[in-house]
């Protein structure tokens, strides 16, 4: 992984920053976070946005969330 200096906003970053803090990112993860959901987003358009970011919940989830079992009556 690269890394790379970009110039942002200042309102943007103390956003970014307490966001940040609230989700337990760094900042730096929290504007790749909210980069992503916009790519997602622009790539998606008929998903609502918190369908969307569910899915990336999930995702990470996968390897400690135990599937469902539907009944069979």
Same mark, same amino acid.
Do not use: C
């Given at each position: 992984? #690269?890394f790379? /200096? *970009?110039?942002?906003? =200042?309102?943007?970053? @103390?956003? %970014?920053? +307490?966001?940040? *803090?609230?989700?337990?990112?760094?900042? /730096? /993860?929290?504007? #790749?976070?909210? %980069?992503?959901?916009?790519?997602? #987003?622009? =790539?998606n358009?008929?998903?609502?946005?918190?369908?969307? +970011? @569910?899915?990336? *919940? %999930?995702?990470?989830?996968? @390897?400690? %969330?135990?599937?469902? =079992?539907? +009944?069979?009556?």
């Open positions: 992984m #690269s790379h /200096s *970009v110039k942002i906003d =200042e309102l943007f970053y @103390d956003t %970014a920053k +307490r966001y940040a *803090v609230a989700e337990h990112r760094t900042i /730096s /993860s929290q504007i #790749s976070y909210w %980069a992503l959901l916009g790519k997602l #987003s622009l =790539e358009p008929e998903l609502p946005i918190n369908f969307i +970011r @569910d899915i990336l *919940v %999930a995702k990470s989830l996968k @390897d400690v %969330a135990e599937p469902f =079992e539907f +009944r069979t009556e």
